[in-house]
Antibody
């Protein structure tokens, strides 16, 4: 079955760029929207945005100026970059597949990213 | 942004209890809503979509209802594995938003 796994540095310094990869196994990432969501104690679940292989994307306006999503279909991977991070970006970051009715029907296990010097 | 307010924030219940959680939206979202269950250290799991459609593999003791601005998640007979935190989500507009969560604890 399709599985998602997030990977990337667990510690990022303030003002630097957070980079995460979501690797999809057991299925193709083409023609489907893939999303990033983060969860922190202070803000609960926060939808970051979604992206598909055509280049179509929707981002949360609260993060849009700092967020980029992209994809490498040859590797079945999609990516998240958040620039100029602060402690407020410390969270567990999840990647997820958007299924029918636009819901997040499949999630990765999550990756904790801490922003600290 | 559409705000989702869940009530209660915490709920103490016993195995076998009927449990109802409410999610209110700051504006109408027709039936573009979903419910997720999250256990500690795990990712959220989809339970209900389109307000009342049970995701494949989810036990039938879970049900959802509502439209417009008020939605409910009901567990007809709480089982030990149901102690968790539950979130609603709206899929009507961007950015997608979630409720703050309802933690169901053992009484």
């Amino acid at each position: 079955q399709v599985q998602l796994r997030e990977s990337g540095p667990g510690l990022v310094k303030p003002s630097e760029t957070l980079s995460l990869t979501c690797t999809v196994s057991g299925g193709s990432i083409s023609s489907v929207y893939w999303s990033w969501i983060r969860q922190s104690a202070g803000k609960g679940l926060e939808w970051i945005g979604r992206f598909r292989s055509s280049g179509s994307a929707n981002y949360n306006p609260s993060l849009q100026s700092r967020v980029t999503m992209s994809m490498d279909t040859s590797k079945n991977q999609f990516f998240l970059k958040v620039t100029s991070v602060t402690a407020a970006d410390t969270a567990v970051y999840y990647c997820a597949r958007e299924g029918q009715w636009l819901v997040l029907d499949l999630w990765g296990q999550g990756a904790l990213v801490t922003v600290s010097s | 942004d559409i705000q989702l307010t869940q009530s209660p924030a915490f709920l103490s219940a016993s195995v076998g209890d009927r449990v109802t959680i409410t999610c209110r939206a700051s504006q109408g979202i027709t039936t573009y809503s979903a419910w997720y269950q999250q256990k500690p250290g795990k990712a959220p799991k989809l339970l209900i979509y389109a307000a009342s459609t049970l995701q494949s593999g989810v036990p039938s003791r879970f049900s959802g209802s509502g439209s417009g601005t008020e939605f409910t998640l009901t567990i007809s007979s709480l089982q030990p594995e149901d102690f968790a935190t539950y979130f609603c989500q709206q899929l009507y507009s961007y950015p997608r938003t979630f409720g703050q969560g309802t933690k169901v604890e053992m009484k």
